[in-house]
């Protein structure tokens, strides 16, 4: 009769223990499942092992639409500066000649020669906002340029779920000295990839896709 107790008694007390273990391990894997729902790269890199691309941003910067109409501006807004600048010289060219013909000395002369210099003076100094404003102008626009390349890259990296993505570089080494040739080798960055992590045609197509669809920048 004790026995009997005994064993009831150790019975219950096995249900409550494997209860505990059932409510504890339903209780790890609702954990761990919300952890891998946070987390689901850390899975999936280790998994499906390194994604690397690689891009070559001299062949994207060539192949840009945009770049190519921000190109076409840039050498338009330089030329009308060019053409400014031409025409304050044509002036005081004929106004040195004016003066040339005037007697030494004479009130004409002398009026000539001040607005001579002051002419010479308004041609140097817009010569130099010219220059200062195409280099301005050419910073900020290769600048946005660089900026909208690599987010253009990293979208795709986080889209597709790229673990690293390289720029690679392909220098010319037919022309230049010694010294230029070291340089262009230390810049070279890719020694060598396979053509499927080129992921360079897409992103200029990508890019190329997008400023055609906002009317060409319009």
Not at 10 to 24: C, D, M, Q, T, Y
């Amino acid at each position: 009769m004790k026995l009997e107790k005994s064993c009831k008694k150790n019975r219950g007390n096995i249900k409550v223990v494997f209860g505990v273990i059932a409510s504890l391990t339903c209780l790890y894997l609702f954990s761990l499942g919300g952890i891998q729902a946070k987390e689901p790269g850390a899975a999936s890199s280790s998994s499906r092992g390194l994604k690397i691309g690689v891009v070559d941003l001299n062949a994207v910067f060539e192949k840009y639409e945009k770049r190519k109409a921000s190109d076409a501006q840039l050498k338009e807004q330089e030329k009308q500066y060019q053409k400014i600048i031409n025409d304050k010289k044509k002036e005081l060219v004929s106004l040195n000649e004016k003066i040339q013909l005037l007697d030494l000395g004479s009130e004409a002369r002398k009026k000539d020669e001040e607005t001579f210099e002051k002419k010479n003076m308004e041609l140097e100094s817009y010569a130099k906002f010219a220059e200062k404003s195409l280099m301005r102008k050419y910073k900020d626009y290769f600048g946005g340029l660089y900026t909208e390349v690599c987010k253009e890259v990293e979208d795709i990296g986080k889209r597709e779920q790229y673990d690293l993505i390289i720029k690679k570089e392909e220098p010319d080494l037919q022309g230049g000295g010694i010294s230029e040739l070291q340089f262009k080798v230390g810049i070279k960055t890719v020694l060598y990839h396979s053509e499927s992590v080129d992921m360079t045609n897409q992103v200029i197509d990508n890019l190329n896709k997008k400023y055609s669809e906002t009317g060409k920048g319009k």
